[in-house]
Every structure is written in C-alpha cells, then in structure tokens.
C-alpha cells in the first residue's frame, strides 16, 4: 500500500508516517513547511523520518491549497490510500488570521477531496478536531451531538470539512473517515499547545498563564494513541451498505473521537510537568480566552466498538516522556 500523507512535517503526521513505514508502507509525504511554528522544527521531523524511512519516503514542499501546485507535486506518483491531516492549526490564531484558515482548511481539504475522488482512492481518514463540539455542556463529547455552535472560526472550518466530506461520500460514493482529536500531546509536540509552553516557560524561569483561574479541564491524549487511532482507521474504511455510520451518515463516511476518555484537570497536568522538570511553575492566573471552551472529554465508545481502539497512555506516563524528550531536543541536562 502507498498512503499520501498530508501535513508530513507536522506533529501527528511525521508519527504517522514512521508507523507506516515501520510497517512495510510507502509513503508520499506533503507539506509547505510556513513559519506558523518554527520551521527548524518541522525541518528535524522529517530528518527523524527520513533517518528510518528504508528509501519507502518521497517527500513534497507544496502548499495543498493551491491547487495547480498540488497537481504538479502529485504528477506521476501512485498512491491508494491518503490521510489527510495538514491544516491551519491553533484556536487562538484563528481569530487573527482568520483568511489562512479559509484558505488551508477549506479550500485545502476540498482539493484533497478532488484528488481522492479523481485518483479514485479506496479511503480517505482526514483530521477533523474536538473543537467542533464549541460549547457543548454535555459531557462526554459523542460523534452523535450536535455541533452547530463552534466557538472558534478553527472550528467552524473543521466542521464545515466534516460537510464538505459527507457530501462527497454521497455523491461519489467516496470512502471517508474523519478524526475528532483530542488534545494531543507527545514528543515532537508542537509549541503553541500548553503542555510545550509550560515546559519551556517552566524551564527557563517565566510565569506560565493559566487561564480560566485554573478551571480548565482537557482529554490529553497520547501522540502513541492517536497514531493507533490513525492506523486502525486507515485500515477499515467505512462500507458503502446503506447502514448508518458513526457521526449518523449512511454514505460512507465514518466520524470518530479520538481521545483518551478522561477529563483531567488542568492544574494535574501542571503539576505532573513540574514534578518531570523539578521546579515548581510560576502561575499567572488569567481569564478564559477567547475561542477557548472550559472542559472536553471525548466518548469514545463508537471507535472502540468498531475497531477495537483502547488508549493506554495516562498522563502520569506521557507528561514525564514529554519533558524527557523536550530535556533532550533542547539539550537542557537532567
């Protein structure tokens, strides 16, 4: 099998990649490497990929919102299979830029909808995100709630590419999943999100801001986790029976949450990070963000039910690998 890969150079894609080839896969990498995080970063991914990749990875520098560059890019490579996880991240960006996220979210995902459909690909998994579920006070999140008020124009195109998919497994009878993920964390993280900010803040002596006064509660899952999430869906797609399919669709088009079903609290998360650096934070106790919701906690019974996925990675085990692998990439001694 040969999977596209979209948003190679990024966190959850440059570990999807290595477990495809660790597998026996080819891959066909993408990504347009912007300086929204440091591209340095992005840079040291793909070497971490290209240090086992076996000659199975081709990687592209091309931004898959244009898309005549994206056809250029793809001209002549075979693949089968794509996931699709490139986007414009981060909820608190979108409220400044909100033009790059239109651009990279919708009119990306819609020509990666045009490239599944046109190379009649067997199956799509594309990263949809916890955030569509906006201001939700039921908890746990399940596929089948209503998502009609994002918080946050990140959101509100992540649904809308949840829509866009739904209408192209109707109409073409194209095999899709999408991915709600939950608040991944891991080595090779990504520095916007709270955990790598703590720790580097932690590190070099600068309050940390703890917003919502510390009432915050997240489902942090594990970057293991999620890739096994990631797999296991890649290898089931959703059948074109009529049946009605997690997220409710009866085209073929699975909706699945991705998380570790457990709401933990923000101030443990804090403390297991403080505990894994040996200092103690300095709080900074601010109001909640705008974009930002309270609390997320991900049901994630229909992924279990029908593929059998389980996260094993707790936090008390995955914030101390986090801080060890940020100790070593920043070449901080223990």
Known sequence: MTVLVTGAAGFIGMSVIREL???GEQVVGIDNLNDYYSVQLKEDRLQHVRASDNGNFIFERVDFSDGDALERALDGKA???????????GVRYSI???AAYIQSNLVGHANLLEVARQREVGHMVYASSSSVYGGNAKLPF???DRVDHPMSLYAATKKADELMSETYAHLYR???TGLRFFTVYGPW???????WLFTEAIFQNRPIKVFNHGHMRRDFTYIDDIVAGVIACLDHPPTDDGDLKPGGSAAPHAIYNIGNNRSEELGRMIS?????????AIKEFCEMQPGDVPATYADIDAIQQALGYTPSTPIDVGVPRFVEWYRDYRGIAS
């Not at 693949?79 to 986007?87: D, T, Y």
């Not at 990504?190 to 955990?195: L, N």
């Open 142 to 144: 399940s596929v089948g």
């Open 79 to 89: 693949f089968n299979r794509i996931v699709h996880l490139g986007a414009q991240a």
């Open 21 to 23: 080839l660790a597998r």
């Open 189 to 195: 993280g990504r520095p916007d999100m709270a955990m």
């Open 272 to 280: 297991l990070i403080e505990t894994a650096c040996g200092r103690e």
């Open 174 to 176: 194209l095999p899709l």
């Open 96 to 98: 400044d830029n909100p």
